[in-house]
């Protein structure tokens, strides 16, 4: 993928092609994969598309998760993109209720009530919300049932969690909040959306003068930006705003400088290490959130913007290219984009 120009770091009919057919190429891929799976017994052994009728590709389940994701985002986006009618046919042809049942079926397993937890929980529920909003409701109203099933994990999970995952990885609770919370208020379900702000007020309100002792070598989330753009989702900008001014109190002279620095990748054909192109298109996000909070006066929102350019510029150019960041950072590219 080229690299991008200033222009380029807003989704156009141009970039949502491109990744779409990067995510054509790869949902309905089965081998390699990755599998989060406990085998209770020797009648568990199969192939992981028997236990997964839906999200059997991408390398592992959560990453085809979202993969579909980006898929419903660029078609409500674009519905006149070459790669529309392709993706309209994929929503429909795997998404049916018998395939819904065979997902629910194996979270109904013995030892699968951490299955995903809570990343694959929470992009499920992007799914869901995403594909809510569209004009043909038949996938959402299909898919509903699988992501009732994970809204009530969250219900079951919150509660007895005493404490955030501040990981920059898939253990992340900021993250997942943040994106529970986009289904809970587009999905209607506001015992859930009640649940996500009171747990994140509870384990984030008082975080302040953050050191951001970050990156680590694996991570595609910043645990620092992550907090920020969980509570930016959770409050009125006026409470948002004193509270990141505890946060990160010196932000607007760029400090600390880790979290406006892009990270750097040494090797995108190693797993772990491509991660860091995540980080870097992730932050992207969550400086645009959070800019879109912050008054315009405030010197901070220009350093913010600024630093998510600079990020994305770092990043857009790898999200193709090699299978280990191609089959999941098309995702990320959008969420920054569309931030």
Not at 47 to 73: K, M, N, Q
Not at 234 to 244: G, I, T, V, Y
Not at 254 to 273: C, E, M, N, Y
Not at 285 to 292: E, F, Y
Request: charged share 20%; proline share 7%.
């Amino acid at each position: 993928m080229p690299s991008p120009s200033a222009s380029e770091t807003r989704l156009t009919a141009q970039i949502a092609g491109r990744f779409a057919r990067v995510a054509l190429g790869h949902v309905t891929r089965e081998y390699p994969h990755k599998a989060d799976h406990v085998f209770n017994g020797p009648q568990d052994v199969a192939p992981h598309r028997e236990h997964h009728p839906i999200f059997f590709g991408s390398f592992d389940w959560h990453s085809c998760v979202h993969g579909y994701w980006t898929l419903a985002t660029i078609l409500r986006r674009f519905p006149k993109l070459p790669e529309a009618p392709a993706i309209a046919a994929l929503l429909t042809e795997r998404i049916t209720p018998e395939a819904v049942a065979g997902e629910l079926a194996y979270l109904d397993r013995p030892m699968s009530a951490g299955f995903e937890r809570p990343y694959g929980w929470a992009w499920l529920l992007k799914l869901a919300a995403e594909l809510k909003t569209h004009e043909n409701t038949t996938p959402y109203e299909t898919l509903a049932p699988l992501a009732v099933a994970f809204a009530d994990r969250f219900k079951t999970f919150l509660p007895k969690a005493t404490y955030p995952l501040r990981a920059g990885v898939h253990s992340n609770t900021a993250f997942a909040l943040r994106l529970a919370m986009d289904y809970a208020e587009t999905c209607g379900d506001p015992a859930l959306a009640t649940l996500a702000r009171d747990t994140a007020l509870n384990w984030h309100a008082d975080d302040a003068d953050c050191q951001a002792w970050e990156p680590s070598g694996d991570e595609f989330l910043s645990p620092a930006l992550m907090v920020a753009e969980c509570l930016r989702r959770m409050l009125p900008p006026h409470q948002f705003r004193a509270w990141f001014s505890g946060f990160l109190p010196r932000a607007a002279g760029g400090q600390p400088a880790t979290l406006f620095t892009p990270a750097t990748v040494s090797d995108r054909t190693d797993g772990k290490i491509a991660h860091l192109d995540g980080l870097n298109l992730s932050r992207a996000w969550c400086w645009r959130g959070i800019a879109s909070a912050l008054a315009e006066h405030d010197d901070a929102r220009d350093v913010a913007l600024a630093a998510a350019e600079t990020h994305l510029a770092s990043a857009l150019p790898h999200v193709a290219g090699d299978y280990m960041g191609e089959h999941w950072l098309a995702s990320f590219a959008l969420l920054a984009l569309e931030g």
